[in-house]
């Protein structure tokens, strides 16, 4: 169950090398209590006031940069949306996740009003549940995760809520080319573990490949290959961390990589190590 739930609630401080840019697979609520921070996200930088929440896709780049003389106190939780899926499907609330897929990573200012609280209070509930069961070693295993389950989806749909302003803005915001953009995205995001070209992607969005190509980086700032990689990067980590009985080579091969050595060469470019050695230092 950890795999699927992590949550840490007004933790304090920590080593200066904890706060490096990072991405990864699972959705985020951050909740900042109290400190100095700057928070980067890709190429933004936000200032944090007692009762902000980003909701994060995890998979943009980020990082805290709090001040070293500063009591630096912040909530997360990290889910990951298969975990939920179902659920929420036979609820018919599959939409609580659109602030997560829609909003590229929101910053809700609450100001510690009575959203924030409630949001604070569901954080901390989750978060002593989840040690809960950690310490009960797999007693009534069932039991707890529906229970943790549930209490997420409550937390969700009170994000949901309070993220409504944001999503009617984004709704009549976006320009033509904001649309192509996203639905491309969503497109590679479908299909990035197959084989993608141009042509193919072109074809079943019935685009030109140069406006397809060009409307993607102009907006996202990607390419539509280096977006399909860093789908493919983002989704072997995943693997390694939690997957521990699949081989690199299978790991590969699920992410999308056309071959072992490829995968193997563009990992240790992107990250520093070979795969065996990130699974190592992660899984530790």
Known sequence: ?????????????????????????????????????KYLINNRIYDLQPGDIFIMDGRTLHKPNPRPDSLYTRSVIHFSPTWLRELLAVLGISHILDP?????????????????????????????????SERQAGKHGEHIEAELKLELVQLLLKIYDMSQKQL???????????????SIAAWIDAHYAEKISLDRLAHELNLSKYYASHVFKEVTGF???????????????????????????EVSHAA?????????????????????????????
């Open 1 to 37: 169950m950890q795999k699927w739930l992590i949550a840490g609630y007004r933790m304090q401080g920590a080593a200066a090398q904890a706060f490096q840019f990072h991405s990864h697979h699972e959705y985020e609520i951050y909740f900042f209590h109290s400190g100095e921070c």
């Open 256 to 284: 999308g990589f056309e071959s072992v050595s490829h995968f193997s060469r563009y990992f240790k470019e992107k990250t520093g190590v070979t795969p065996a050695n990130y699974r190592k230092h992660k899984t530790i």
């Open 168 to 182: 009617a803005e984004v709704k009549q915001s976006k320009t033509e080319k904001e649309h192509y953009a996203e």
């Open 100 to 132: 997560f897929q829609k909003l590229n990573n929101c910053l809700l200012r609450t100001g510690c009003d009575e959203g924030g609280r409630l949001v604070d209070e569901q954080m901390e509930r989750i978060t002593a549940m989840l040690i809960r």
């Open 223 to 249: 390419t539509v290959m280096e977006y399909v990689m860093g789908c493919r990067l983002n989704q072997a980590k995943y693997l390694l961390e939690m997957e521990p009985v699949q081989t690199v080579a």
